[in-house]
């Protein structure tokens, strides 16, 4: 599938998409089509795709923020082993989606945790803190359905928190205080409706759609295998997660701790969107004696990007590494993810590989 782009700021966001793969355009009067029987246990084509609608950006302290819209969408909550779906409310207006990242790095931030409050006026409209969620389109993101009072002009004000994950490298003194930052919003129920509204034809089959390109926003893509600093040992799948790892001679910045540094890189297996919020653990062996067991930590660094990461004795080519998900990826789900990592009622299986 073609990638999708903006057309010019503020402008309408669409997806194109190889021929055979969409149905028709279609107007958005059912919200939602029916969901696909017998959904696959993993990453499948969802039902359908939407547009999306930017409303802007905005910089403060240490942190980006982008704000954007859809129709109203069907999501999925995930906690602990279990699921369940939010669906559609009748009051719903808009799905409104927010991307907080480093303006330095553009590096999208998980785990910093974002309120959203929606005035018109003076006069408090909604208030929510909204869902860290992994969609096929847009990866990690924040988002949550909202009702407006009609048409006109509010004004969004996002908070995070100062983050607890782990920091290293040039972040270790960054992302540890909240901010606010206001973005101006203009909605019309007429622009909503003009948004882009497409079914796919393959739906429920195992893959994914093509993540879109925006100039106004980063993508949350997890580093490549030549990005990441290191020497890359090797990779294995935990139902639809390429955990790869790589090994550093010393640990990062930031780690008080001395010896060999693990670093296990989470990606989403078609599209390598970073996965975060996971608990992990992991034995280290070599030559049949342990040598590290116990937690990878979530940590974020400029140059590993987002991972889970540990601090062992030593570590060499031929040793093996057994690794537990110990707590699926703590994110909502966009329909087509909602059945991955675990799914909803699921466990992540046990992964081992020899480092090379």
């Given amino acids: 599938m073609d990638r999708r782009s903006f057309l010019r700021a503020g402008s309408t966001v669409t997806v194109a998409a190889v021929a055979g793969c969409l149905g028709g355009l279609e107007t958005q009067s059912t919200r939602a089509p029916p969901l696909v029987e017998d959904r696959p246990d993993a990453v499948y084509y969802p039902t359908h795709l939407e547009g999306m609608e930017m409303v802007g950006t905005t910089e403060t302290g240490d942190y980006a923020f982008g704000l954007m819209y859809s129709y109203p969408h069907r999501f999925w909550n995930i906690n602990g082993s279990s699921g369940s779906m939010t669906p559609i409310d009748s009051d719903d207006d808009v799905h409104l989606m927010s991307v907080v990242w480093d303006p330095q790095t553009g590096m999208v931030l998980p785990d910093t945790g974002l309120t959203v409050e929606i005035y018109q006026d003076d006069s408090l409209v909604s208030q929510e803190t909204i869902y860290p969620m992994l969609s096929q389109p847009m990866g990690f993101h924040y988002g949550a359905n909202f009702g407006l009072d009609g048409d006109g002009d509010y004004r969004v004000v996002l908070s995070v928190g100062a983050m607890s994950t782990r920091r290293t490298g040039s972040f270790v003194d960054r992302f540890g205080e909240p901010t606010t930052a206001e973005i101006p919003f203009s909605y019309s129920q007429s622009t909503r409706d003009e ?124 040793d093996d590494l057994a690794l537990t998900v110990t707590a699926q990826p703590q994110t909502a789900r966009h329909e087509g993810y909602e059945m991955a990592f675990g799914g909803l009622l699921g466990e992540m299986p046990d992964v081992s590989l020899t480092l090379s």
């Fill in 195 to 318: 948004l882009t509204y497409r079914t796919l034809d393959n739906a429920g089959e195992p893959g994914a759609v093509e993540p879109m390109e925006m100039e106004m926003l980063p993508d949350s893509f997890a580093p490549t295998e030549d990005e990441l600093p290191g020497t890359v040992r090797g990779t294995a799948m935990s139902n639809d997660a390429r955990l790869l790892v790589t090994t550093l001679d010393a640990p990062p910045a930031g780690v008080d701790a001395e010896g060999s540094y693990v670093a296990v890189s989470a990606r989403t297996r078609y599209n390598r969107m970073v996965i975060p919020a996971m608990g992990l653990s992991g034995t280290l062996t070599s030559d049949g004696e342990t040598v590290y067991d116990g937690r990878f930590r979530r940590t974020l660094d400029p140059d590993l990007g987002y991972h889970y990461g540990a601090v062992v004795d030593d570590v060499a080519s031929g």
